[in-house]
């Protein structure tokens, strides 16, 4: 599988961004997937995970409430919609299938002002 995300910029505190990670490859649509993110310093951190059917998701304490994760598997696209970003959400995002967040692709940087 192939990953592109896409969809990050800079942002204000409050605001709201949606991510986009389209996927190529026959077999995406039998993985779960997540989106994970890393600062500058900091450890990598898995935000938020989806099943492969879309039917179960889970997320971080950090982002639970404000980001909500999805797919569409039509598309072969996962979407992160992040609202109420603070300045702590600044990060490389990316997404990788749920269990191997090392077969990432390209990542998109958010980077929220206060």
């Known amino acids: 599988v192939q990953l592109q995300a896409s969809g990050g910029g800079l942002v204000q505190a409050g605001g709201s961004l949606r991510l986009s990670c389209a996927a190529s490859?026959?077999?995406?649509?039998?993985?779960?997937m997540a989106w994970f993110r890393q600062a500058p310093g900091k450890e990598r951190e898995r935000v938020a995970s989806?099943?492969?059917?879309?039917?179960?998701?889970s997320y971080a304490d950090s982002v639970k409430g404000r980001f909500t994760i999805s797919r569409d598997n039509g598309k072969n696209t996962v979407y992160l919609q992040m609202n109420s970003v603070k300045p702590e959400d600044t990060a490389v995002y990316y997404c990788?299938?749920?269990?191997?967040?090392?077969?990432r692709g390209q990542g998109t940087l958010v980077t929220v002002s206060s």
């Open positions: 990788a299938p749920a269990g191997k967040p090392d077969s």
């Open positions: 490859g026959p077999t995406y649509n039998t993985f779960a």
């Open positions: 989806i099943s492969y059917n879309g039917g179960s998701t």
